[in-house]
């Protein structure tokens, strides 16, 4: 659908101009380069925003973003894309386990696109299956852009089909069953959710809240959003936090065979930072 198509069927008028605009102030912001296809996407998400600001139209909500930089937060987490589940791509928490086998002292994992929360938890399942223990000596870093799916994140509260797919032990260790107004529901027990920090990183940003070294970056299904200038430029940053022994896990659509200056492959969708680079 294009944006002059179905227009008479929405609440407010969208010309291609407002696409086109939205389009621009996302990748000046976070870098994410929408596609035409998004036109009805875009609509959907920032209508909200419109009537909730009782705002007239998508002219006047560019405008209004102009004049209130504070929106840009709004603007931000409505066009974002949090898609995730519990061990997403689990043959990345199979290397995951391998890796803390054969690297005694990893002691700091970020996982670059937390979304709401079940990648980092996934992956301190794994870290706490593997030591044995809750009280590890590893720091799990969880990021998002969007503050909204950051603070679902920090709660740790699940429909409880959520965790359909996971072995009745994960379910028993790691979760409690909501009860009362909460049936229906999993809460992440408190020791995984002391295991993880979680901060509001956009990686365009020259500022990230992180220093070297990193052991493991989790930064799955994250690039596509990104033209290939700004992915490089986002991948250089990392692989620069990684030690030579680190270990950098892409998404399953991600593959930086023409980045070979900065990554080498480890395996499905993993990769070693070039020891050139540091």
């Not at 002219?59 to 973003?65: I, R």
């Not at 990345?92 to 054969?102: A, D, G, R, V």
Request: contains cysteine; positive net charge; proline residues 4%.
């Amino acid at each position: 659908m294009t944006s002059s198509e179905g227009s008479d069927n929405r609440e407010f008028s969208f010309a291609k101009a407002n696409f086109e605009a939205v389009r621009t102030l996302l990748y000046q912001l976070t870098g994410i380069r929408l596609a035409d296809s998004k036109d009805s996407m875009v609509y959907s998400r920032l209508a909200r925003r419109v009537r909730a600001l009782k705002l007239q139209g998508f002219s006047d909500y560019l405008q209004y973003l102009n004049q209130h930089p504070q929106e840009e937060e709004h603007f931000i987490n409505a066009l974002t894309t949090n898609l995730t589940s519990f061990f997403r791509e689990p043959h990345h928490f199979e290397i995951l386990k391998k890796y803390l086998l054969s690297h005694a002292n990893v002691k700091t994992i970020w996982c670059a696109a937390s979304s709401t929360g079940e990648e980092p938890y996934s992956i301190a399942m794994v870290v706490a299956e593997t030591l044995g223990k809750f009280d590890v000596p590893i720091k799990i870093i969880a990021s998002d852009i969007d503050s909204q799916v950051l603070k679902k994140a920090k709660e740790g509260i699940y429909a409880i089909d959520k965790i359909n797919s996971l072995s009745e032990e994960r379910k028993k260790q790691f979760f409690y069953r909501g009860k009362g107004s909460f049936a229906g529901m999993v809460k992440v027990v408190p020791e995984l959710q002391r295991m993880i920090e979680f901060k509001q990183v956009n990686l365009l940003k020259p500022d990230w809240p992180l220093k070297y070294p990193i052991d493991i970056i989790f930064c799955r299904n994250v690039m596509i959003y990104f033209d290939r200038p700004t992915q490089l430029v986002i991948l250089e940053r990392m692989v620069n936090l990684l030690p030579s022994h680190g270990l950098y896990v892409a998404g399953h659509s991600e593959t930086f065979n023409n980045a070979t200056h900065l990554v080498k492959p480890a395996g499905n969708t993993t990769y070693y930072p070039n020891k050139t680079v540091r």
